[in-house]
């Protein structure tokens, strides 16, 4: 069966960066494209990013662009989103999600930026 | 401030039927295909419609998409106390090179 796991969020100071990770199992990992979504506390769904199958072509939403960057390792099945220059409003649970469409999601990982 | 405008809030009784409206622009709903979200309270979002009026499978047919123009409407029928949670509808937006959601609209089955 389909699985993505994230991990890699925490608790982190403003301006300081962190690197998270979707581990995905049960599916041809390097035949889909891999989404970034975020949920600030008590908000609503927020894309952050979005990366084809063969890394040619990713795509970023302007609150992000420029800061983050997503990537992936077919080899690992591994996708990623590296963040820097952390601000207290990317508080968020932070859910890859398979390509197209968007049927399966991982569970989230919560990253805080707080002083 | 979402680039699709969804209302907060609708709600209805059991066994009734609702509609959920989704409102966009030539740049995302008018040229790309539209999906709806279903987030129940504390849970991961679960995709309901793709491609503007597909259903995965195991969605109950209960659920519909339909897009016209630059808007999309999600409709429930059949209405039960499980389905009270956030819906949401996303698409790309062209324009943007960049995915949207709308704000969220919160079903209560009184």
């Known amino acids: 069966q389909v699985q993505l796991v994230e991990s890699g969020g925490g608790v982190v100071q403003p301006g300081r960066s962190l690197r998270l990770s979707c581990a995905a199992s049960?599916?041809?990992?390097?035949?889909?494209?891999m989404h970034w979504v975020r949920q600030a506390p008590g908000k609503g769904l927020e894309w952050v990013a979005v990366?084809?199958?063969?890394?040619?072509?990713?795509y970023y939403a302007d609150s992000v662009k420029g800061r983050f960057t997503i990537s992936r390792d077919n080899s690992k099945n591994t996708l990623y989103l590296q963040m820097n220059s952390l601000r207290v409003e990317d508080t968020a649970v932070y859910y890859c999600?398979?390509?197209?469409?968007?049927?399966?999601w991982g569970q989230g990982t919560l990253v805080t930026v707080s002083s | 401030q979402s680039v699709l405008t969804q209302p907060p809030s609708v709600s209805a009784a059991p066994g009734q039927k609702v509609t959920i409206s989704c409102s966009g622009s030539?740049?995302?709903?008018?040229?790309?295909?539209v999906s709806w979200y279903q987030q129940l309270p504390g849970t991961v979002p679960k995709l309901l419609i793709y491609?503007?009026?597909k259903r995965p499978s195991g969605i109950p047919d209960r659920f519909s998409g339909s897009k016209s123009g630059t808007s999309a409407t999600l409709g429930i029928t059949g209405l039960q106390t499980g389905d009270e949670a956030d819906y949401y509808c996303?698409?790309?937006?062209?324009?943007?090179?960049?995915?949207?959601f709308g704000g969220g609209t919160k079903l209560t089955v009184l």
């Open positions: 990366i084809s199958n063969d890394e040619s072509n990713k």
């Open positions: 491609d503007n009026n």
């Open positions: 030539s740049s995302n709903i008018g040229n790309n295909y």
């Open positions: 049960g599916f041809t990992f390097s035949s889909y494209g």
């Open positions: 999600a398979r390509s197209s469409p968007t049927d399966y």
């Open positions: 996303g698409t790309w937006d062209s324009s943007l090179s960049a995915g949207v």
